[in-house]
């Protein structure tokens, strides 16, 4: 009796532990059904709101992903400034290439005598103007090819570009003058220029022809 009594003894433990994992049993059972009647109670209370409904018909239209975003603008301004710094050589000799009598002139290889000398009496109306007056070199040549760009996207024909006579240069020498002459001398769209007439500018200015757009 001894034996058998201390068997039961050791019993009781695991009878009471599979007591409690029952409970929980029942209890995480119970608690599964309530969540469960919840949700058909929301579901049948949104479909009496609603009301009668019908699925949609398959439209069989693609649905397209939307378009990679537009890279920043800083980026195309940096291209494009290295271009406009590739694009005009300050090496560039244009002295042989001018027409020099009373007045400077160029007109490029194809261009008549005749079209310097109607740019000269104002017969293509000035329709923009840059004035490099203050720029250093650099600055100076990328605000023109930037300007001319501009210029021929726009459709003007006649253009003012200041340059200055060079008064405030070191010896009183036009040194952003002659680059102005090798810049202009380089883009093609320039097809001939003139120095401006004393109320225009003088020898401080370049009436400037450009081909139509």
Known sequence: MGVKARSLQDLQPIRQHLAEARARAA??????????????AGQSLFARAVGPVQP?????????????????PRHR????????????SDEFDASTLLQVDEHL????????PDVAARLRRGH???QGQIDLHGLRRDEAREALAAFLRDARRAGLRCVRVVHGKGLGSPGRAP????????????????????QAKPLEGG??????????G
């Open 203 to 212: 020898a401080g200015a370049l009436l400037v022809l450009l081909a139509a």
């Open 105 to 112: 002139s160029f007109r490029r290889p194809g261009i008549g």
């Open 56 to 72: 949609l018909r398959a439209h069989g239209r693609v649905v397209h992903a939307p378009a990679a975003p537009l890279p920043l």
């Open 77 to 88: 301004q940096r291209d494009e400034q290295a271009v406009l710094r590739e694009a005009l």
């Open 27 to 40: 209890q995480e059972a119970a608690a599964r059904a309530a969540a469960a009647r919840q949700v058909r």
């Open 175 to 194: 040194v952003l003058k002659g680059k102005v002459h090798g810049w202009l001398v380089q883009k093609q769209e320039v097809l001939a220029f003139v």
């Open 124 to 126: 293509w109306a000035v």
